[in-house]
């Protein structure tokens, strides 16, 4: 969930890291890190290409970390930590910002809330100053609160409520996971939305926004000294926290297929696969990554071949690799002619996953992947801000920002057999859940 | 170009947005073009070619003068279809053969269609430069637009049509706006074709539509990233330099009308539980000199998460996720927009609130305050915008396309810098509409609001599932 203007419908086959090993060894000692006195982790990365900066404040938490009642918490936050503070009214941290030439945003998933601002390199330390503020000092007006609950529900209706493919996703989530907090939406069930209070937000605040519980990236035309120096002096001074309570619940081992179905007014009908997969650090990551590429990433991949382009079943076919700090869904998407027939795209998705759980795929096809995965390290290394994510996924999700310049190795390693491995212990019926949505008379959807 | 649509699946969502407009704070002279190279080939093709060597890319950017408007009437949707049709098999490659060359290096291509223009644009790694030109210029000089591919991606994109009227509606209003608002005139036409253009379409009329619309008189192609000029200006040259011309002349558009008055076209999607709305008029063309103060001004109006708009609507009120203007920027004037979506029972309340805005506008709101914010925050974020190769690669097609002089970029901070209160209350008066001069377009449940959008004026209807963007019979 974003808090601006766009909702990300995480629908795409993740973006892969793969880099040549030379020129990474060099970007790997531009980095700079530094932990703060209360735990606050600081990485700075040059990148003087333009005179702006990427800045990037990961905080560990995110819908992961709610429960019955207060679902869609994490996402709130992320819009209430732009209304104002005790030294500063509500909208100013905006006003302020954008006066001194830069734009901010901010996201939330199942596992961590992001703020980011891109800036010209003179408003560093204004933007600093807010950010500690924020962090600081957060204030809760009740006003404040019922408008931007508000703004939150209509953002449920514009990218859930009205995309009857999302709400497909919203269910099929829920369906997937009986024990684990990945089953909440990180928007949030609309009754939650409707009635979160303020000492609900003052609890989530003081826990979870603790500086032990935030990594910092910068990326940019910056000095990475005195970069850590003026993030000491604006961040250092707040006090650690206890931080997020640990997540111990396990998912149970999936056991047979679940199936969903969505009753709505739709022209198109719509299926989703989602098994269970694994979480970001686990070391077989990069094999997923380039199995999916191979089934699921753009024209030349198996399944957009089979079902889009040979037997027309269906007009596209993506995937996505949910990996947060627990493992997370592998999902799959196939959108159908509107006179499109579910069963019969199904069995061929089947026949799809059937195949490579018992053939493995090809050494072109990993190659091709591995190509993939390469330029597409370098499409985001390209911008201050495809570095700055890039470092700070690292370092969150995966537990070090150097694993990002060990990528390269980590995919050579790759081999046929454990991609074939692989397939075949994750995508079994048994541990998924399908989505249906098909296309039934608005009388019927109604009812 | 204008902008440009994607329902490609229905997984790529997205977006309402701020046209994020670029720039900054110090030293006016951080963005300047780079060296570059301009080649003008007999045929009428011109190449742009400049290095950049930070990351081993290649991006590039082939604009083709035409799309959409050159779309027969009966056949919206020709150059889209054309557009995705080269994609699927050119040269000595069949269409899987194609998508199989660029997806072993990694590479990408992807063609779509604009209001004036059909674009091909990519990247691939810089050893794969031969193959990257070879399939480029497969793809526009020897397109194979075999009749199966033309049936299946036919249908496919009607589909594609049907998808985004189930899940992006807020995508959709700007297509029904510049229906109303341009009505006969070429950019009325829709980007992406409608259900009934495209169904409309033979296999036949497409593949003559190829030949008089596309041809190396139309193109320009723009190269930016990790090469050595001397190395790929003979490929590039050789590679296009015996494509024919376009067998029709490319005509440019008559200017349109501004609109008077206010009308609304209210599209019925009854189980829709917001409503998305758009309200536009004509507004300027690219080349429109007064570009800083108007940019300054729309920023400060609906450009920024402050802006006037947002603050009412989003931060005020509540009532919306966000709210936002822009000025499509053509040949010609395209519109200036502004859009907004909101939950049914608020409909009215919001449009009325937007309305407001556009009157504050009117009435000399802007201040020293809010003028120096606006300018620091459009030159703070212009950079930003001019970073990467293929951000080079379509600026530098641009100021091609559009007949541009290199102070569009070079000059761009100092102009910013220059703009005063008074420019900024001139350019309010002279291109932003006024609220009674306004067309609105509203998607929503008609039944909840129909009467209510009466009192902004006349209200023509037509449901979400008609086959087109415009009322029957227009």
Known sequence: MTRRFSVLLAACVASGVLIGSSALAASASEVTSATLANGMQVIVWPDRDIPNIALYN?????????????????????????????????????????ANGARNNASTSDDVTIYQDWLPKAALETVFALEADRLRNLAFEPKVVESERGVVYSERRNSVDDNPSSRLQEQVQAAAFTAHPYGIPTIGWPADIESWKIDDLKEFFQRNYAPNNCTLVLVGDLEPQATIALARKYFEAIPAREGPKPIVTKEPVQAGERRVT????????????????????????????????????????????????????????????????????????????????????EKSFDAQIETVRRDGVTKAELARARNQALADFWRGQATIDGKADALGRYAVMKGDYRKLFDAPQAYERVTLDEIKKLAGELLQSAFRTVGVLPVVATAEAKQ | MSARLLLRSLTLSLLLCFAAVPSLVFAAATVQIPKYERIALANGAVLLLMERHDVPLIAF????????????????????????LLEKGAGSRDAFAFADAIAAVGGTIAASADTE????????????????????????????????????LRSRQIDFLRAAKDSDLGSLTPIYGAAAVFGEHVYGKSPIGSEAGLAAITHEQLTRYYRDQLGADRLILTIVGDFKTADLKPLVTKAFAGWRKAEQPFSRPAPPTKVTGRRVLLVDAPTSVQSYFWAGNVGVSRAFPQRAPLDVVNTLFGGRFTSLLNSELRIRTGLSYGASSRFDRMLEPGAWELVSFTKTASTIEAIDLALDVVGRLHADIIDAT???????????????????????????????????????????LNALAAVTLEDARKIVQSQFPTADNLTLVVIGNAAAIREGLRKFGPVTEMKLSDPSFAPQGK
Do not use: C
């Not at chain 1, 560990?60 to 970390?65: A, D, H, I, P, Q």
């Not at chain 1, 089934?295 to 040979?310: I, K, Q, Y």
């Not at chain 2, 951000?391 to 970029?409: H, N, V």
């Open chain 2, 117 to 152: 223009s059909i674009n091909v644009s990519g990247s691939f790694l810089n050893k794969d430069r031969a193959l990257m030109i070879e399939l480029l210029a497969d793809m526009l000089q020897r397109p194979r637009l075999a009749r199966e591919e033309f049936d299946s």
């Open chain 2, 61 to 84: 950017s082939a604009d083709l003068r035409g799309g959409a408007m050159t779309d027969p009437v009966t056949a919206s949707g020709s150059a889209s279809l054309l557009a995705n």
């Open chain 1, 262 to 345: 969505l009753l709505t007014d739709a022209q198109t009908p719509v299926v989703q696969f989602a098994y269970h997969g694994m979480a970001s650090a686990d070391p077989r990551a990069p094999t997923l990554e380039l199995l999916m590429r191979i089934l699921a990433d753009g024209d030349a991949s198996r399944l957009h071949r089979a079902l889009v382009e040979e037997q027309k079943l269906a007009i596209s076919a993506d995937g996505y690799v949910q990996a947060g700090f627990d493992p997370g869904l592998v999902w799959f998407y196939l959108s159908l002619p509107a006179d499109g027939d579910v069963a019969a795209a």
């Open chain 1, 58 to 98: 990961w905080v560990r938490v995110g819908s992961r970390n709610e429960a019955p009642g207060i679902t869609g918490l994490a996402h709130f936050f992320e819009h209430m930590m732009f209304n104002g503070t005790s030294t500063r009214q509500p909208g100013e941290f905006d006003s302020v910002l954008e």
């Open chain 2, 370 to 412: 809010m003028l120096d914010s606006s300018k620091a925050y459009v030159q703070g974020q212009f950079p930003l915008a001019l970073e990467t190769s293929a951000q080079w690669a379509s600026a530098l097609g641009d100021l091609e396309f559009y007949g541009l002089d290199r102070g569009y970029i070079d000059q761009r």
